[in-house]
């Protein structure tokens, strides 16, 4: 597993997995968002970076309003979905 973080592309892979089984299971996108932005408060806590994309991720986290860490989190879904 720890290899896989440490490679920015398996990150959003196992990340787009994830959000299209949530979008298989009909959870809806803003509850998703959500469950991403809670992700994001859990991976800034207790996870140390594995790539530098990671730690900028982890950076902007630290500094982002609660409106601004919803924006991050809707835009990772948005990228991990693309």
Request: with cysteine.
């Amino acid at each position: 597993m720890n290899n896989m973080l440490n490679n920015w592309d398996h990150w959003k892979r196992m990340l787009g997995q994830a959000v299209e089984y949530a979008q298989e299971l009909g959870i809806p996108k803003n509850q998703i968002n959500s469950m991403a932005q809670q992700l994001g408060d859990i991976l800034a806590e207790k996870v140390p970076p594995g790539n530098p994309e990671q730690q900028a991720m982890k950076e902007l986290w630290e500094v982002a309003e609660n409106d601004e860490k919803q924006v991050l989190a809707c835009l990772m879904t948005k990228l991990v979905s693309k």
